[in-house]
T-cell receptor, first 113, second 114 residues
Framework: GENVEQHPSTLSVQEGDSAVIKCTYS??????FPWYKQELGKRPQLIID?????GEKKDQRIAVTLNKTAKHFSLHITETQPEDSAVYFC????????????FGGGTRVLVKP | GAVVSQHPSRVICKSGTSVKIECRSL??????MFWYRQFPKKSLMLMAT?????????EQGVEKDKFLINHASLTLSTLTVTSAHPEDSSFYIC??????????FGEGSRLTVL
């Protein structure tokens, strides 16, 4: 089955700096790569996603890049703010597997004011 | 996206009892729902795929007799933790997939077994 690795497990940045989280996946059939943000005790919230026919996608301060050849994708948060502090999860899935999402281990991001 | 409601949000029970968690898709007909479990400071691990009108599909290592799943209708799936023990204490989250692959999560249910 699919295996998703995520790094780093913790990330501390100064407010205003950028944060980058990287993920690799094992199954070349995966074609959907979402990123979720989870605050303590809450449900994961989808913040951005990318499909395999696209190399990059941006939404305001958040961007995701995908390298299918290398099987890795990254989340970039620019101009970080304290409210960006949370745990971020990457995930991967493909339709033939019923769209089951396999999650990375998570990255705890702390934005210091 | 789909609106998913999960109940109860918190439950505390004694060891040996059974607990039922409900997951409702309020505005989307879901033939499939996914049940995840999340231990403190850990990632989400898929437990099983709930299929409307047929048996659930369990992931490797998940005891189907302990975690009973019933997908009674296109809007309701239930997870029953039978004979719960302290090691079953966890955050259980259901999710509904859209046709395009996105998952919409319920609020989650925090189970504490004493």
């Amino acid at each position: 089955g699919e295996n998703v690795e995520q790094h780093p497990s913790t990330l501390s940045v100064q407010e205003g700096d950028s944060a980058v989280i990287k993920c690799t996946y094992s199954d070349s059939a995966s074609n959907y790569f979402p990123w979720y943000k989870q605050e303590l005790g809450k449900r994961p919230q989808l913040i951005i996603d990318i499909r395999s026919n696209v190399g990059e996608k941006k939404d305001q301060r958040i961007a995701v890049t995908l390298n299918k050849t290398a099987k890795h994708f990254s989340l970039h948060i620019t101009e970080t703010q304290p409210e960006d502090s949370a745990v971020y999860f990457c995930a991967a899935s493909f339709k033939a597997a019923g769209n089951k999402l396999t999650f990375g281990g998570g990255t705890r991001v702390l934005v210091k004011p | 996206g789909a609106v998913v409601s999960q109940h109860p949000s918190r439950v505390i029970c004694k060891s040996g009892t059974s607990v039922k968690i409900e997951c409702r898709s309020l505005d989307f007909q879901a033939t499939t729902m996914f049940w995840y479990r999340q231990f403190p400071k850990k990632s989400l691990m898929l437990m099983a795929t709930s299929n409307e009108g047929s048996k659930a599909t369990y992931e490797q290592g998940v005891e189907k007799d302990k975690f009973l799943i019933n997908h009674a209708s296109l809007t309701l799936s239930t997870l029953t933790v039978t004979s719960a023990h302290p090691e079953d204490s966890s955050f259980y989250i259901c999710s509904v997939p859209s046709g395009a692959g996105e998952l919409f999560f319920g609020e989650g249910s925090r189970l504490t077994v004493l």
